[in-house]
């Protein structure tokens, strides 16, 4: 379910960022740009690419070299494997701790026209390492219980 919920945000903010840059973009041509259309399209985006690369890694369709893994057998590979996934599960939640700590510390600071909060645009960090985090956990959970 939450994949779709997931999948369901993307869609709706890559929507948003077509039509956003598409009305900007006629606003423009006929003399009357919209000042805002800039920073909210790049937040939008921002965050499309937080599910975005969610997803990918939820399909290991993330980017990744194999030439080691293609070139060790099943059982290493899949030791390879899970201890990979266990250094970056603990390297993300090393991460989200200081990803946390600077989305407060930039909400003071605003942005651009429309004086966004500076957080709105770091707080995709911290979602981003969390569902990463919970991707990676799932995967590692799924790779211990396959048997050989």
């Known amino acids: 379910m939450l994949r779709r919920i997931e999948f ?20 423009r041509a006929a003399g009357s740009p919209i000042i805002w259309s800039i920073e909210v399209a790049q937040l939008l985006f921002l965050w ?14 993330h980017f990744g070299i194999s030439i080691l893994l ?3 057998p099943a059982r290493g590979r899949k030791a390879i ?3 990979n996934l266990a250094v970056l599960i603990v ?12 989305m ?17 645009f770091h707080a995709s960090m911290v979602v981003g390492f ?4 919970r991707t990676l956990t799932v995967k590692l959970v799924t790779d211990l219980r396959k048997k050989d």
Not at 48 to 61: G, M, S, T, V
Not at 111 to 117: E, H, K, V
Not at 130 to 133: D, N, Q, S, V, Y
């Open 8 to 27: 369901a945000c993307a869609a709706i903010l890559l929507a948003a960022v077509v039509i956003l840059v598409g009305f900007a973009s006629v606003a």
């Open 48 to 61: 499309l690419c937080i599910f975005a690369i969610d997803l990918a890694l939820q399909d290991q369709r």
């Open 70 to 72: 293609d070139n060790v």
């Open 81 to 83: 494997e899970i201890i």
């Open 91 to 102: 390297l993300l939640v090393y991460l989200i701790r200081f990803a946390w700590k600077n």
């Open 104 to 120: 407060i510390l930039m909400h003071p600071r605003l942005d651009g026209a429309l004086q966004t909060p500076g957080s709105y």
């Open 130 to 133: 969390a569902l990463m985090i």
